[in-house]
């Protein structure tokens, strides 16, 4: 078993709409495999549909992995890269019995029971509780975010991108009860809760591969994250915690900034002019915190580094640069895991193509990048992604942001998930030998 190596690696990425779902199929000799699937899930795609719904996204899942998983990983809590583990979707992903399901540290259960206890707001060990306990308290928000987006359409005067992304950002955060749930118990083996430098147990799993958790560092690691907690009290975090005194009617969702709540009723007709502005300014406001409620959970993202001999292949998630900087700047060996992370072979491009989670300082490492398509060894990259969904061209916030799309298929051999259009063969693949 210990020197078995893979002979080849397939990465097939499905055409999920807006979201994430990989699936690494390792190849040994005599006809044995071992797989690998990284998230699961979308923003709106149907569980049925015309291009391939959910429903056969997992059916095609079962017939690539023959019937078993070896490894679920779960980069993060959003919904376009869980949603796929809930409902009749999550039944035929937990009926392929993975033996092991790997997450941020940051959703391990046990620091989630004591999340509320007032003690864990202390500094210390319990900071990570702290911070656990606030990103489920982002639920609340995106439950508000959404209740307003509709709300503040009768307003001429709000912007519909605005409002377009609250509704978008609201829907993504929400907690995904339904599909944590599976993930926790379909692993055979006790789940693993990990962050940078955890030693993954997978020898067996996946024979002769290498993985390096490279993020999310946890509080104490990482001063990033912890600033982000410490300094920013008047925007979400205070929100969070004011969210705990906000009145919830049964089945109502709570009201974002309650103390603000206007009345336009209670304005004299004099002053009636300066409504819109406040609503104007209320939505930028409100979509500014959920901007930092999307980032803080992107930001716990799994980054994963297969190496097969000095094949690697990178799987950042999601993550955005505050997560990057502890592995990138500041981790113990920090120079050696940038020389590895340079001579990457692949990259899974960080956050559907937005340009802040691939980082500019990274991109320009990678040692494979060439303008020539016949270039041995070229870096293959694969985005999946859907225009028109997250940010907006107006303010150079659209996903997949356009010069990066450019730069991928410039100077790598880009798998786009847009260019998907096959009814039948929803997904692409690359494949690597060794
Ligand atoms: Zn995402």
Known sequence: MADKTPTKARIRSYNVGFGDCFLLTFSYPGDEQHHVLIDFGTTKKADDGPEGGMLEIAGKIREHTAGKLDIVVATHRHTDHISGFRGKTGEIIAALEPELVIQPWTEDPKLEADARAPAAVAAGPAGARALVSRLADMHTVAVAALAEAPKLELSPSVRRAVREQLAFLGDTNLSNADAVKNLMTMGKRPAVYANFGTQL???DLLPGVGVQVLGPP????????????????DEFWHLAAA??????QAGEPPILFPQHAISTDEIPQQARWVIPEIERMRSEEMLAIVRILDSALNNTSLILLFEVGDTRLLFPGDAQIENWSYALKTAPGHEKIQQRLASASFYKVGHHGSLNATPKTLWE?????SNEKSAPGRLRTMVSTAADKHGHKEDNTEVPRRTLIEALSKESELHNTQDIISPTEFWDDVEFDF
């Open 201 to 203: 147990p997978i020898a």
């Open 218 to 233: 946890t509080v104490e690691q990482s001063a990033a994250i912890k600033r982000q907690r410490d300094e920013d009290p």
């Open 243 to 248: 969210s705990a005194d906000t009145t919830i």
């Open 365 to 369: 490492k990678f040692e494979h990048r």
